[in-house]
């Protein structure tokens, strides 16, 4: 089945504004990972946080997870157009040897 | 400090013709290995992953296979490529320790890969 699926699929917004996206998922996991991918190139790792958490921060992005809910949220604040990139969510389950699961992303726009 | 390299950058081959990448990762032992492929506009696709030398598991029935005949060397192959192999192929570890793995996965810069 699908996990990890983003939400909105495009969000354009202007520099200095902040940024939500958010992810789902069906069944329970280990941990869930956010990525960023600028066009045509490889994935850069952002934050991974633990089923066990709730919150983490990292510099200008701040991750929550509500296991109850099954979904996560990325927030980057004050954004610039440097931000501007594809962002996805993944997902680990136990016993998985550690596979993602992705969704297909959110494309994100900063403007400047 | 952990490094993984993926080559070719960009491959164009014709339908039909042999393909081998290469993935190796420096700075950490006994790594678990991945082997993604992403089509245009679409998340990623797992098609193999593998725990140690010689062992590789297959996630979907494809025209490829792996192999990892180094603790960290990840080859991703095909005896005869289709036009749906075309995608951009990424590689991607998670670090190995003394008492088992860590958590983060990280991913190499990729492969472009177009079929004609």
């Known amino acids: 089945s699908q996990q990890g699926e983003e939400d909105p699929q495009a969000l354009s917004i202007q520099e200095g504004e902040n940024a939500t996206m958010n992810c789902s998922y069906k069944?329970?996991?280990?941990?869930l990972q956010w990525y960023r991918q600028n066009s045509g190139r490889g994935l850069v790792h952002l934050i991974l946080?633990?089923?066990?958490?709730r919150e983490k921060h990292s510099g200008r992005l701040r991750v929550t997870l509500d296991t109850s809910k099954k979904s996560s949220s990325l927030l980057i604040t004050a954004s610039r157009a440097a931000d501007t990139a594809s962002y996805f969510c993944?997902?680990?389950?136990?016993?998985?040897?550690?596979?993602?699961?992705f969704g297909k992303g959110t494309l994100l726009t900063v403007n400047p | 400090s952990q490094t993984i390299h993926q080559w070719p950058a960009t491959l164009v081959q014709p339908v039909g013709s042999p393909l081998s990448l290469e993935c190796t990762v420096e700075?950490?032992?006994?790594?678990?290995l991945y082997w993604y492929r992403q089509a245009a506009g679409r998340g990623l696709q797992l098609l193999f992953y593998?725990?140690?030398?010689?062992?590789i598991s297959s996630e979907v029935p494809q025209n490829l296979s792996a192999s990892r005949p180094q603790d960290r060397q990840f080859i991703l192959s095909s005896k005869k490529l289709l036009l749906s192999d075309s995608g951009f192929y990424l590689c991607?570890?998670?670090?190995?320790?003394?008492?088992?793995?860590?958590?983060?996965?990280?991913f190499g810069p990729g492969t472009r890969l177009t079929v004609l």
């Open positions: 593998s725990v140690g030398i010689g062992q």
């Open positions: 069944t329970s996991i280990n941990n």
């Open positions: 993944a997902t680990v389950h136990g016993g998985s040897n550690y596979k993602l699961t």
């Open positions: 991607a570890f998670v670090a190995g320790t003394s008492g088992g793995l860590y958590n983060e996965q990280f």
């Open positions: 700075g950490t032992s006994n790594p678990n």
């Open positions: 946080i633990r089923s066990n958490e």
